[in-house]
């Protein structure tokens, strides 16, 4: 069950076989939700076709789980709670991402929140200690593997984040290492060559386009790059890097949560936004890609002071038709064999920018061309074989339109118009042969 990557170094394999990686950020599950609270959240996850949920194991200063066990004595990363009782907080752990195995789940653990690491609380000796322990724990779980960082810049302790990194490889070899960066940043930006580092991972974030400086913390130095929403741009960059890397959006703008994260008076990012951000990511190249919901992220509850301007208890928040799209990505993705594909947007002569930007994936099974504003759009199908037929997949629920036989020419496709809903669209063609 452990994941490896891939030949080509673009993908994730499991047992050998292609994994699509469909996560779901759940960073306070561990702290927040009782044993049978996670075992519900972990059934609702995997009959909605997720596959990875991103979780943290240290995400404040006294964080304990909904019994008061603590993670750590005294706030102190160098004494993790010694207490073996099933409902203390590591053997509690420990019983979650054993009973996520049994569903099929994968465990990304986050060691802690990257502040910790940014403000010097865990750093030196104290990484040896706590990764002793994360080894003990967690290093023959065949459905772990390590995500450092956790919004946080790699410039900001990139010794200590290397010496995580590090310690994770030499005690827990058979499990895979990426870093969960700031908003708008790449794993890349800072670790492109950390022999440590086996995937990238980027942080597209919860702006709109116009939102570019909003607070003086997070001014960017000139050297950074920001791409705006256009989280495909990410892919596009990382994928031309050597050496070959698998990458994907580990945070896109989640379901529900203010359109710029601090602000509850603005618009909040809606179930069309995530899929266009899921299905931008994946026809550029990514190995997969991360749902993140504000009400889920935060498992809030009624009486909790909540962040983000959340407006729904986590509850409520795991039927959010965001959620339950993205099996309708991952199903074409696996029937079209999306790992073997590459990016083909020199068929798209008469592309547009921003939302009308559309991205195309070629196979040696299907061309797959996501269309967020439903307009429409010209495909040099001259470039692909003979004998092509054609269907528009509605990706909020999966349903398909035959086209019929493609011409190999030029050709310019129409999306159909919903009668309810937003107008996005995914042309496949395939051929019979």
């Not at 290093?139 to 994770?168: K, M, Q, T, Y």
């Not at 790059?225 to 989280?231: A, L, P, T, V, Y």
């Not at 190249?285 to 729904?312: C, I, K, L, W």
């Not at 339109?401 to 496709?413: A, D, T």
Request: hydrophobic share 35%.
């Amino acid at each position: 069950m452990p994941l490896t990557l891939a030949a080509d170094r673009r993908h994730f394999l499991q047992d050998g076989a292609p994994f699509f990686w469909l996560g779901d950020t759940a960073w306070l599950l561990l702290s927040k939700l009782t044993f049978p609270e996670a075992l519900a959240y972990l059934d609702d996850r995997a009959g909605k076709g997720f596959t990875v949920i991103q979780a943290t194991l240290v995400h404040t200063r006294g964080y304990a789980n909904p019994g008061g066990s603590p993670a750590l004595i005294g706030d102190d990363f160098a004494r993790p709670n010694p207490d073996d009782a099933p409902d203390a907080y590591w053997p509690q752990v420990r019983r979650i991402v054993d009973a996520a195995a049994e569903r099929g789940l994968m465990m990304a653990l986050l060691p802690s929140w990257g502040a910790f690491v940014k403000n010097g609380q865990l750093s030196g000796e104290a990484i040896d200690h706590y990764t002793d322990h994360l080894a003990a724990h967690f290093g023959s779980c065949s459905n772990v593997l390590w995500l450092c960082g956790g919004d946080v810049r790699g410039s900001d302790a990139p010794e200590d984040f290397g010496r995580i990194g590090r310690c994770l490889r030499e005690k827990c070899p058979g499990q895979l290492i990426g870093f969960h960066p700031f908003g708008r940043c790449d794993s890349s930006m800072w670790f492109q060559q950390a022999p440590w580092l086996d995937f990238h991972m980027f942080q597209s974030g919860h702006r709109r386009y116009d939102q570019t400086v909003m607070h003086a913390w997070d001014d960017r130095a000139p050297t950074e790059r920001s791409f705006g929403e256009d989280n495909y741009r990410y892919v596009q960059h990382d994928r031309a890097l050597a050496p070959v890397r698998p990458t994907l959006d580990g945070e896109p703008g989640y379901e529900g949560i203010p359109q710029g994260l601090h602000d509850p008076a603005q618009p909040r990012w809606q179930a069309h936004d995530v899929r266009r951000y899921a299905w931008w990511s994946l026809l550029a190249g990514a190995a997969g890609f991360t749902y993140g919901h504000n009400a889920v992220m935060q498992f809030h509850r009624p009486g909790d002071a909540g962040s983000y301007g959340v407006q729904e208890t986590w509850q409520e928040a795991l039927a959010a038709p965001g959620s339950g799209q993205m099996i309708h990505l991952r199903r074409l993705m696996e029937e079209i064999g999306w790992q073997q594909g590459e990016p083909a947007q020199h068929l798209l002569p008469d592309n547009g920018e921003r939302y009308a930007h559309n991205l195309a994936l070629r196979t040696p099974r299907a061309l797959c061309v996501y269309s967020h504003t439903g307009q429409p759009f010209s495909v040099d199908a001259s470039q692909l074989p003979a004998g092509m037929t054609g269907c528009w997949l509605d990706p909020a629920d999966g349903t398909r339109r035959p086209i019929g036989p493609i011409p190999p020419e030029m050709h310019r496709f129409t999306p159909p118009v919903k009668a309810a809903g937003h107008n996005d669209w995914v042309l496949l063609l395939r051929s019979d042969t």
